[in-house]
T-cell receptor
Framework: KAGVTQTPRYLIKTRGQQVTLSCSPI?????VSWYQQTPGQGLQFLFE???????NKGNFPGRFSGRQFSNSRSEMNVSTLELGDSALYLC??????????????FGAGTRLSVL | GNSVTQMEGPVTLSEEAFLTINCTYT??????LFWYVQYPGEGLQLLLK?????DKGSNKGFEATYRKETTSFHLEKGSVQVSDSAVYFC????????????FGSGTQLTVLP
């Protein structure tokens, strides 16, 4: 079974631009979560989507948004990029069964550099 | 709020040495606990998990026991290999519809031949 796929792997943008990152979950997984990883702040939760609805949101400004499609694929968007948005963005998917619901499987991430 | 505290790194060991990475948590209620590993240039891989008190998670020679009384989930391995060099993250989450993982700061492990 294929794992979580994130595209692109690397991105370079300049301040003020916007960016869209994509995540394809493991087949059959309906939950997709996004995390930001930086050396200073570590791993921080951005948001979670399930059945095209945002179910939970972390403490990030409104410039960070996401969506989920009917096939469970998800995108996250960051508008008006700031230098501090440079990070590794990780996507994780999970089943929604009682046995597996607490296990998240991560993709390799998208490395975003803002210049 | 919920939080996870991990042993400060980096940790450098010789091959075949014993490994312990400490992890303690603060949470309201009884979370599920996880150890994830991150190899250079990669995402996170689930190493092991425990969902209730006294559960022992194990995988690839690594073990961790969920200790409710000390709110701890220390990672151990009896004999480390060079290939174990990576960053290790302790994390917690709760059952229910919210699937938010709270992570510790990570511990860099380097194993020398």
């Amino acid at each position: 079974k294929a794992g979580v796929t994130q595209t692109p792997r690397y991105l370079i943008k300049t301040r003020g631009q916007q960016v869209t990152l994509s995540c394809s979950p493991i087949s059959g997984h309906r939950s997709v979560s996004w995390y930001q990883q930086t050396p200073g702040q570590g791993l921080q939760f951005l948001f979670e989507y399930f059945s095209e609805t945002q179910r939970n949101k972390g403490n990030f400004p409104g410039r960070f948004s996401g969506r989920q499609f009917s096939n469970s694929r998800s995108e996250m968007n960051v508008s008006t990029l700031e230098l501090g948005d440079s990070a590794l963005y990780l996507c994780a998917s999970a089943q929604d069964t009682s046995e597996e619901r607490n296990i998240q499987y991560f993709g390799a991430g998208t490395r975003l550099s803002v210049l | 709020g919920n939080s996870v505290t991990q042993m400060e790194g980096p940790v450098t060991l010789s091959e075949e040495a014993f490994l312990t990475i400490n992890c303690t948590y603060t949470a309201t209620g009884y979370p599920s606990l996880f150890w994830y590993v991150q190899y250079p240039g990669e995402g996170l891989q689930l190493l092991l998990k425990a969902t209730k008190a006294d559960d022992k998670g194990s995988n690839k020679g690594f073990e961790a026991t969920y200790r409710k009384e000390t709110t701890s989930f220390h990672l151990e391995k009896g004999s480390v290999q060079v290939s174990d060099s990576a960053v290790y993250f302790c994390a917690l989450t709760f059952s229910g519809s919210a699937r938010q993982l709270t992570f510790g700061s990570g511990t860099q492990l380097t194993v020398l031949p």
